[in-house]
């Protein structure tokens, strides 16, 4: 079965701190994602990898960058964490490009900036 | 913008029922089609896809699609209460990109 595992299932942070999400799948998955899910809004993409060192915005990008230096491996960085970046986020690894890729989720970080 | 729409419910049906979640959405290129089930506190998980005209089945879950409409739909046969969780409609927005819908929570009452 794939895994995708995210480091953290709860964190609190304080506002202007730097946050670390780290994701790592185990099925070497070419690609990976990082959502935020808030009610009301649905699952909203924040960046996605298609390959080692290559990134892509999402729909929502502004205050976050990634990393991916490792293809297993994926990271979420706020610079400065801000309030309203209080969210649940979810990793997501799938393979290939076709357009129908199931994507697998990690358990989710409940994330609380104060 | 591309939008995917569902009703967020919640839709409650008796155990034994047929559920039917519905979801529409606005990119008439949108080509493939998806429903993840999420519980409480979980991470959503695929249960359907659908890329054709017309329906797919699986077990009790059937995915219809009629592109035409821009109408995607779920059916849950003999729902259990254990199928009670949030259904996300997704589709296809071009490489890599995933549109999902808010959801719609299902509670299915013994």
């Known amino acids: 079965d794939v895994k995708v595992t995210q480091s953290s299932r709860y964190l609190v942070k304080r506002t202007g701190e730097k946050v670390f999400l780290e994701c790592v799948q185990d099925m070497d998955h070419e690609n990976m994602f990082w959502y935020r899910q808030d009610p009301g809004l649905g699952l909203r993409l924040i960046y996605f990898s298609y390959d080692v060192k290559m990134k892509e915005k999402g729909d929502i990008p502004e205050g976050y960058s990634v990393s991916r230096e490792k293809k297993e491996r994926f990271s979420l960085i706020l610079e400065s964490a801000s309030t309203n970046q209080t969210s649940m986020y979810l990793c997501?690894?799938?393979?290939?490009?076709?357009?129908?890729?199931?994507?697998?989720f990690g358990s989710g970080t409940q994330l609380s900036v104060l | 913008q591309k939008e995917v729409e569902q009703n967020s419910g919640p839709l409650s049906v008796p155990e034994g029922a047929i559920a039917s979640l519905n979801c529409t959405y606005s990119?008439?290129?949108?080509?493939?089609f998806f429903w993840y089930r999420q519980y409480s506190g979980k991470s959503p998980e695929l249960i359907m896809f659908?890329?054709?005209?017309g329906d797919k089945e699986d077990g009790r879950f059937t995915a219809q699609l009629n592109k035409a409409s821009q109408y995607v739909s779920l059916l849950i046969r003999d729902s259990q209460p254990s199928d009670s969780a949030t259904y996300l409609c997704?589709?296809?927005?071009?490489?890599?990109?995933?549109?999902f819908g808010t959801g719609t929570r299902l509670k299915v009452l013994a």
């Open positions: 997704a589709v296809n927005g071009g490489t890599y990109k995933y549109i």
């Open positions: 659908i890329y054709s005209n």
């Open positions: 997501a690894s799938s393979f290939g490009a076709a357009g129908n890729e199931k994507l697998f």
């Open positions: 990119d008439r290129g949108s080509q493939s």
